[in-house]
């Protein structure tokens, strides 16, 4: 292969995507090892590109294609996602690929109208493509995979049946970024998947465990899985695969997460001893202070927590900004079959204790004792109380923990 091409990921089947070095945002949480943005250019009687890139990026995916074919020569346009970081090119290749014709779902080709009127949409030769449609470019057919809610309404998939290459889009992805292309290449892959399906996929569990039903129906059986993020699995497919089941599933161990945020140290004083009892009933244990650790990561060790403490301080008679901030991201993810437990602080007035249970209440979130609250400053017997209670956690850990 010439060293200059872009990386063939199968004979014929290039990734012509883009690595965001600096990418430190996503979705509203950090992604501090950046991103990319990938689509793949398949050579064949007829020529494929399987999505495109950010609008911003647009002329490096040219230039990578280039080096290939030319993108003039382009037939097929296959959008799988109409999010942005993905179809925001797509003006920029049908502009260069006038006869192409571009592929997606029928909702997608709804937001593709909505998104792009005024960049030539109405100029576009769109087919729409559901379940099981399959198109031929000569020795390779792609079929057509409906992914709905993986994890907005018009996702879809495109598999190369005689490869076997499942290219996934949104799924089974991960926020980094990185020279190397294939998931054998890097250190921490599963755990760079686990935050990204915490952050992004965790409220579409039952829709995840039905679509992984829908592969076995379809005979899908991929030996690579090449997402729109990150590094393509071929050696862990079947491990990916499995680990999306557990965590659609909402499996979890004997583990207590503590979350908390403190202004004058008495909140973390009683977070502490809730981690110091909930560690002497022998369960796996995590502090996270939410003004020194990032959300992403606290979704993550969420995940697969069975009890989840939060304690907040009094500010302005309601609870601080950082545990509002979060019950609301965290609210909107829908964490399955953890049980909480609340506590906190104030001085002159109360107040954190209150709101925080009122927000407990409206999510549906399951609280499994009474809450605890200190004025000022928790003293011996305050402290002796939280690591009593921190024991029962880990004992309710213990006892709710799911696989």
């Known amino acids: 292969m010439d060293d200059h091409k872009p990386p063939e990921i199968a004979s014929g089947i290039y990734w012509v995507g883009v690595v965001d070095w600096n990418l430190r945002d996503f979705h509203g949480y950090q992604t501090p090892k950046g991103g990319s943005y990938n689509a793949y250019l398949i050579v064949d009687e007829k020529i494929a590109l399987i999505d495109t890139v950010k609008a911003q990026f647009s002329g490096e995916m040219l230039e990578r294609i280039s080096q290939i074919v030319d993108p003039a020569r382009i037939d097929y346009v296959i959008s799988n996602h109409v999010e942005m970081d993905h179809s925001s090119s797509i003006p920029a290749i049908m502009d260069v690929a006038t006869n192409a014709k571009l592929f997606a779902s029928s909702k997608g080709q709804a937001g593709l109208a909505e998104y792009y009127k005024e960049e030539g949409f109405d100029k576009w030769d769109i087919e729409v493509v559901g379940t099981g449609t399959e198109l031929s470019l000569g020795k390779r057919t792609l079929m057509f995979i409906e992914a709905t809610m993986l994890h907005w309404p018009d996702s879809m998939q495109t598999y190369v ?58 005979d899908v059986s991929p030996s690579m899985i090449a997402p729109a993020h990150g590094v393509i699995w071929r050696k862990g497919v079947q491990r990916i695969v499995e680990a999306y089941g557990r965590w659609a599933h909402g499996d979890s161990v004997a583990k207590v997460l503590v979350i908390y945020d403190t202004m004058w140290g008495s909140t973390e004083k009683m977070a502490l001893e809730i981690v110091e009892g909930a560690r002497e009933s022998g369960v796996e244990v995590r502090l996270r202070h939410l003004r020194k650790n990032d959300w992403s990561m606290t979704m993550k060790e969420l995940m697969d927590a069975s009890v989840v403490a939060i304690g907040s301080p009094t500010m ?50 399951e609280l499994v004792m009474e809450s605890m609250q200190v004025k000022f400053r928790p003293y011996e017997e305050d402290k002796e109380a939280c690591r009593n209670i921190g024991y029962k956690l880990g004992e309710i850990a213990k006892e709710n923990a799911k696989s």
Request: hydrophobic content about 40%; overall charge neutral; glycine content about 12%.
């Open 316 to 365: 302005n008679n309601g609870m601080f900004f950082t545990i509002a901030g979060f019950l609301n991201y965290m609210k909107g993810l829908r964490p399955k079959d953890k049980k909480y437990f609340l506590f906190g602080s104030y001085g002159w007035g109360g107040g954190a204790i209150k709101a925080m249970e009122k927000e407990m209440e409206d999510a549906r979130f």
């Open 161 to 218: 049946k005689e490869d076997r290459i499942l290219f996934s889009n949104d799924a089974f992805g991960q926020h980094v970024a990185t020279s190397k292309r294939f998931d054998d290449e890097v250190e921490d892959v599963m755990e760079d998947a686990g935050i990204y399906y915490a952050n992004i996929l965790l409220p579409f569990g039952s829709q995840v465990l039905k679509y992984v039903g829908k592969l076995k129906e379809l």
